[in-house]
């Protein structure tokens, strides 16, 4: 009979413990309702496991979620999104991570933080400029070489099968230049400056490229060094020569800058398949690249 009221208790202490919240150094009081955990300080603070690089990719099968803090590298917060350590700026709120950018078109793009910027995680695809005057689309190799004002179109002008559902559009330098905007209100084509300001954030040029490209498989193998632990996720959508061809699919990505170098040349940025690297050119400003908007 003993032993009977021994499994009864302890079954109904298992239970209320099961449901109970927790509150540390909280003078007896209950936590706030909406919390299981909750710890009060005004002299001490909430310190999480603190690691390297490596020993955070050791762990096993991590939870998604999971918090460190991690000591080399980039250091700083991270979490375990599921497939990917990502990094927590300490620029944003966790609300900027989530923040929509939309263009004229009504394309909604996520958008994410990192450093004291936040940049659009997607190619732009809009058709317009932010005035609503549309912009050129051109098909054809002979006018695409002829254009000296804003145009776009599509990998090898599939716009189904590929612009819409990944790689986004191609632009020429033009269309970066035109006063009327290509990016949404509040958005822009980052600068020169602002690409050198993410790569250095990502610890440099040799190895930013890594971790901006996306794991995707329409990257050709091998796809060295990808990570994308920047969540940029850069994908090979390859580019448009300024003489109309197209080429570099699945090997290269090719990004925008808003800076030009000379009268008819433009900086801009290069993922290759190959590499961790990031690639620093400067191109004719009748090719048609890829563009990402950052926050104003």
Known sequence: MKKYIVLVGLFFLSSLLSQAQVAINN???PADASAMLEVKSTEKGFLPPRMTEEQR???????TGLLIYQTNGTSGYYYYTGSNWIAISS????SAL????IDYDGNAYPTFVIGNQVWMKDNLRVTHYRNGDAIPKETEDEAWAEYVSGAYCFYQ???LAIGDKYYGALYNWYAIDDSRGLCPSGWHVPTDSEWTELTTYLGGLDVAGGKMKSISDLWELPNTDASNISTFSGLPGGNRFFSGG???IGIHGYWWSSSAYSSDRAWGRTLNYLHGKVNVYNFEVGCGHSVRCIRD
């Open 27 to 29: 003078d007896g009081s």
């Open 57 to 63: 990719d050791a762990i096993n099968f991590p939870a």
């Open 91 to 94: 620029a944003g709120t966790g």
């Open 98 to 101: 989530n923040l929509s950018c």
């Open 157 to 159: 002008n599939n716009y």
């Open 246 to 248: 197209f080429g570099s």
